[in-house]
Each structure stands twice: as structure tokens, then as C-alpha cells.
């Protein structure tokens, strides 16, 4: 029955392929009851019941339930905290969850907190440039810039560009990433020459390496639009919005919200 550890690991693997392929609403109605029956059969501690926990806090905050994620998560924040210590890896992973969701639900001066404590723990623990540390870098620094606080939340940025180019190859997708996202900010605070040259440089690797109709892509493309309207070439600007709304129709249709922001 559906209270076997084997049957609810299937269905945990069937509500994993759900969320990858994009049915969000199946793959969260079949984690709260996978989460409730773990908790019944496995105890609210165990390490399944855990990592149940821990994806359906994310899914909850993907729908857009907030006050339900982030009660959630500081639990299993909590408790990752009392069974391993606060500066275990694991511990730092949810803290870093607990941020991001704080910053999806607009409480960028708790978010600020959480994200930093989690950057300062895991460059000690981890060191400076490992995947996880630079990962929580990169997360504060988009706080910054949304606060505002752009001298450290650009120097952070170009940071973390330059230490995965490093670390993982110019063309390697995180790289790719944090240079797209880079680029956004720049626009922000109206540097257009650098973000025009970065982002040129760059979305043709990104073309090659991601596809045109990753997310991604589609947001360097609309970088380089505005990048081509601010420095004032209007013909490079036009082409790149006329080939953004055909992705973004092949996409989602041309009716969908984000079709019409093309």
C-alpha cells in the first residue's frame, strides 16, 4: 500500500519527473501527501521525511504560498540546525533556502541577513570559490542590487563572473548564468557600454551552449535589446525583439503574459 517505504520512494521519484517537466501543481499535491505519510510511517525527524520537507517547502514557494514555505523551511531549518550543527552543509543549504525564499516574498532586509550569515559560513567551511559558496555570493548580491546597494552588489557580481570563468570555463552554464544576470544589473544603473559589450560577447555562446529557448537566453536576448536601444542602434534592437516574441510565442503562446513584455 501506499504506506510501503518502496511505494512512497516511486512516487517520490514520479512527483521529482512532475516537477521537471513543469506540472508543478501534480508534483506539489503528490509531496504533501507523500509528506504527511512519511511523517505517519518514517517519524516527523527521519531523513526521507526530511528531504520531503525540504522539497515541498520549494514547491509551496514556487506556487506562491509563502507564508506556508517559509514556515515550513524555518522548521527544517531548525531542525537541520539541532541534528547537525549550524554551520554543517546541509544546515547551510537550508539557510540559503530560508533567503531566497525571504527574497521572493520581498523581505529583502531578512533576506539580506540570512544569505549573508549563509555566504560567511560557507566560505569558512567550504572556502571562497566553491560551487556552493559562489552560488550564495552570487544570491546576496542580487539582494544588494534590489536594495539598491549597487557598489557592493556589482562588485559582487563581477566577482563571482570572474571566479566561475576561473573555476569552470567561460562557456560552462553557471558561468553563463552570472554573466547574463551581471549584464541586467548593469543596465540598472545605466553603465549601457559594459552591459552592451558583455552582453555581446556573450549571447552567442549562449545561443550555442544553452539553446534559444532556454529561460536564460531569452533573458540575455532581452538585455541585448535594451543594451541596442540605449547605445542607439535601433536596427540591432528591433531584431533582437522581433526574435524574442517568436521564442517566447513558440514557448507559451501568444496570448501569455510574458509573450505580451516581449
Do not use: C, W
Not at 517505504?5 to 508543478?24: C, D, H, K, W, Y
Not at 540575455?220 to 535594451?226: D, F, H, N, V, Y
Amino acid at each position: 500500500g501506499e504506506r510501503d517505504p518502496q511505494v512512497l520512494s516511486l512516487m517520490t521519484n514520479l512527483g521529482i519527473s512532475f516537477a521537471r517537466t513543469g506540472e508543478m501543481p501534480k508534483a506539489r499535491a503528490l509531496f504533501e501527501k507523500i509528506y504527511v505519510l512519511r511523517r505517519e510511517v518514517l517519524g516527523p525527524e527521519d531523513e526521507d521525511t526530511l528531504g520531503t520537507m525540504s522539497n515541498l517547502a520549494v514547491m509551496r514557494a514556487i506556487a506562491g504560498d509563502l507564508d506556508e514555505a517559509l514556515a515550513m523551511q524555518r522548521e527544517r531549518l531548525a531542525i537541520s540546525e539541532r541534528q547537525l550543527g549550524a554551520e554543517h552543509p546541509l544546515t547551510l543549504d537550508q539557510r540559503g533556502n530560508l533567503g531566497n525564499m525571504l527574497l521572493d516574498d520581498g523581505q529583502m532586509d531578512a533576506a539580506e541577513v540570512e544569505l549573508r550569515a549563509t555566504l560567511e559560513a560557507r566560505t569558512r567551511v567550504l572556502g571562497p570559490e566553491s560551487p556552493q559558496t559562489l552560488r550564495s555570493r552570487l544570491n546576496l548580491s542580487s539582494v544588494l542590487v534590489r536594495q539598491q546597494k549597487f557598489d557592493e552588489g556589482l562588485a559582487m557580481e563581477q566577482s563571482v563572473v570572474e571566479a566561475r570563468t576561473r573555476v569552470l570555463g567561460a562557456e560552462h552554464p553557471d558561468t553563463l548564468f552570472a554573466t547574463i544576470n551581471h549584464a541586467g544589473s548593469l543596465l540598472k544603473v545605466d553603465r549601457y557600454a559594459e552591459s552592451d559589450a558583455l552582453i555581446t560577447a556573450t549571447l552567442p555562446v549562449a545561443r550555442r551552449v544553452l539553446g534559444t529557448r532556454h529561460p536564460q537566453f531569452m533573458a540575455a536576448l532581452s538585455i541585448a535589446m535594451r543594451a541596442a536601444q540605449e547605445r542607439g542602434r535601433p536596427a540591432d534592437a528591433l531584431a533582437a525583439a522581433e526574435e524574442l516574441l517568436a521564442l517566447r510565442i513558440a514557448a507559451a503562446g501568444p496570448t501569455h503574459p510574458e509573450t505580451a513584455l516581449a
